[in-house]
């Protein structure tokens, strides 16, 4: 070989080796361009968002940084990186993740001097999953089905002493309801029958701690808290005393979550002592609780205000009892499927949780709609906005509208972005358990005053209680019934 066609050679292998070196590092800068941390508000462009916030409110503002910095983007404040992944396409992690990855992380803290030091976020991670099963294990279709009777008991009698007509409080009324409901269901007899007041009482000093400040200062010595302090140590004597009681007379009957705790066994065959059986009802009865009254109070004012959705539901009423006469049971309520689709609407435009809040205990990626992917970093604060996530127009025609609709066999909206579309019970790794419970006790509820009452809207509709913890609608909801013959 001459030195000419060398050096042509070499010009050749030269020119080839660049190419390739220039197509390796021109796809990784497309990766690495592509794959990116989110982009950051910092303390600046925070001071813009303090009017819009005073003025709009918190959905306001979130819809104000997606529309600025897209899916997903990091609030960078005091050190704190608190990150968004906004629409269902970024939430599988959040919702999916295992514990070690990603978990509530210390958000949960304030429960501890709620339900005491024996459950929840009192004890390691294992023990507490142990204890969650418990608690899962009695929301099987079996264990509600045993339920129904006793429910429905009440719901009757709680009726029973409405008059022929009159004018009442309906959001006060529903509340009352759920608690002698859930007393009966989760606690039993006892609590229901000789000590319901004073529970009342007492398990209202306990619920009335979990507000705002006690969400980052739990332990701060106010009256509140004292109050909490004091309910939590005499709820636990009252429940540890029926433990004791049943243990003598053997166990009840009704297939209360109280003697299901009573019978649970950890895997390694201990049994769960008192004060833990006294923190799981108290911990489940406000799981349940708080919930429930803020989901049958939404229905209420959106049913009673849809005249459309209303004649619906009291048709599909008819129907029922045609086919049934006036029997309601576990299989007739399942029927229900557009009340079912009420509620499930009023839910998707008032999640009881709509803000989820995640700690990321490992680095992950993740990709949005618009094919961006973006590296979040351990130890970010994570924020999944139900409120927003509900109200995508790609996935909810019209989302601001009240269609129950949507959810009928025709339309499906809540598959049209997967299963984190709609998340009013969570989903995941930490959905709630409570949702076929909720779902058959707000049927009963509605299936029997509509059968028996006539019930119309006093109020103007209600706005949302923005300052409480769970975002109830705001003041009196005010009804008059009439007694149908
Ligand atoms: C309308 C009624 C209810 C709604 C909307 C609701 C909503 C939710 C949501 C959104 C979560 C997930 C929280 C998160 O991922 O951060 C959750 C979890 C939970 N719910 Fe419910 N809930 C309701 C009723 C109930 C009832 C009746 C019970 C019990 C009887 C219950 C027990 C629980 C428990 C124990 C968890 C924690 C699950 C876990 O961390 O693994 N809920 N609920």
Request: proline fraction near 5%; charged fraction near 25%; glycine fraction near 6%.
């Amino acid at each position: 070989m001459d030195m000419t066609s060398s050096a042509v050679w070499f010009a050749i292998a030269l020119l080839f080796l660049s190419v390739v070196v220039t197509k390796i590092v021109s796809g990784r800068l497309i990766t690495s361009d592509r794959r990116r941390l989110p982009p950051v508000v910092n303390g600046l462009a925070m001071l813009v968002l303090v009017p819009i916030f005073i003025r709009n409110g918190r959905q306001a503002t979130i819809q104000y940084l997606h529309t600025k910095f897209g899916s997903v983007f990091t609030i960078s404040l005091f050190g704190l990186k608190l990150t968004f992944l906004i629409g269902p396409e970024v939430a599988d992690h959040f919702f999916q993740g295992l514990d070690s990855e990603i978990s509530y992380g210390k958000i949960y803290e304030f429960t501890v001097p709620m339900f005491g030091q024996a459950v929840g976020y009192g004890i390691d991670s294992t023990t507490q999953n142990e204890q969650m099963r418990f608690s899962s294990d009695s929301m099987t279709p079996l264990n509600l089905r045993r339920k129904v009777e006793p429910m429905l008991q009440e719901v009757k009698d709680y009726f029973s002493q409405w008059g022929e007509d009159g004018i009442v409080d309906l959001k006060h009324e529903l509340k009352h309801l759920l608690m002698l409901i859930s007393s009966r269901a989760l606690l039993g007899r006892e609590v229901r029958e000789e000590v319901f007041m004073e529970f009342c009482q007492l398990f209202s000093d306990i619920q009335g701690s979990a507000n705002m400040i006690n969400l980052l200062f739990p332990y701060v010595p106010i009256l509140t808290n004292r109050q909490r302090d004091r309910a939590r140590i005499k709820l636990i004597e009252i429940l540890s005393e029926i433990v004791r009681s049943r243990k003598l007379s053997g166990p009840v009957g009704d297939g209360d979550m109280l003697q299901k705790f009573m019978d649970s066994r950890y895997r390694d065959g201990r049994s769960t002592t008192e004060e833990e059986i006294a923190g799981l009802c108290i911990a489940i009865f406000f799981a349940a609780n708080h919930t429930c009254s803020h989901a049958i109070t939404w229905t209420a004012a959106y049913l009673l205000s849809h005249e459309d959705c209303l004649t619906t539901v009291v048709e599909e009423q008819k129907n029922i009892i045609r086919e049934n006469k006036d029997r309601i049971d576990y299989n007739i309520l399942s029927h229900m499927h557009f009340l079912h689709r009420c509620i499930k609407e009023a839910l998707r435009m008032h999640p009881p949780v709509p803000v989820f809040l995640r700690k990321a205990h490992m680095p992950f990626t993740v990709r949005t709609k618009q094919g961006d992917q973006y590296d979040i970093p351990k130890d970010h604060i994570l924020a999944s906005p139900t409120i927003l996530n509900h109200n995508m127009s790609y996935i909810y025609k019209n989302p601001q509208q009240y269609d129950p609709d949507r959810f009928g066999p025709e339309r499906k909206e809540d598959k049209i972005g997967g299963k984190f579309s709609y998340t009013s019970f969570g989903a995941g790794r930490h959905a709630c358990f409570g949702e076929a419970y909720a779902y058959m006790k707000f049927k009963m509820i509605w299936s029997y005053m509509l059968r028996n009452f006539e019930v119309k809207l006093l109020s103007s509709f209600p706005i949302e209680d923005s300052r409480k913890f769970v975002p109830e609608p705001q003041g009196k909801m005010m009804v008059s019934y009439k007694r149908l013959r």
